[in-house]
């Protein structure tokens, strides 16, 4: 859901399998944190992984997935 407090799941499916990384930035561009770091997933699954921001401020994050030559960015908003 967005806007999500504190925690949200960010779910995804792939079209080809590979390398993949789940990365999540402030409004700076900072990266915040990795919640996939270079690992190859199946392509025609449902995936998931739970953002938890309890410990950080209110504000718009960007998550983006990127698999193989492909990534996705997508807003979310988190409030307090």
Same mark, same amino acid.
């Given at each position: *859901?967005?806007? #999500?407090? *504190?925690?949200? &799941? %960010? /779910? #995804?499916?792939? $079209?080809?399998? @590979?390398?993949?990384?789940l990365t999540i930035y402030? !409004?700076?561009?900072? $990266? %915040? ?5 270079? $690992?190859?997933? $199946? !392509? @025609? ?5 739970? #953002?938890?921001? /309890?410990?950080?401020?209110?504000? &718009?994050? %960007?998550?983006?997935?990127? /698999? @193989?030559? +492909?990534?996705? &960015? +997508? +807003?979310? %908003? #988190?409030?307090k």
């Amino acid at each position: *859901p967005n806007p #999500f407090n *504190p925690k949200t &799941m %960010i /779910s #995804f499916t792939l $079209e080809d399998a @590979g390398l993949t990384t789940l990365t999540i930035y402030n !409004a700076l561009g900072q $990266e %915040i944190m990795k919640l996939i770091d270079n $690992e190859y997933l $199946e !392509a @025609g699954e449902y995936h998931s992984r739970e #953002f938890d921001a /309890s410990r950080l401020p209110s504000g &718009m994050y %960007i998550s983006r997935l990127q /698999s @193989g030559s +492909k990534a996705q &960015m +997508k +807003k979310m %908003i #988190f409030t307090k």
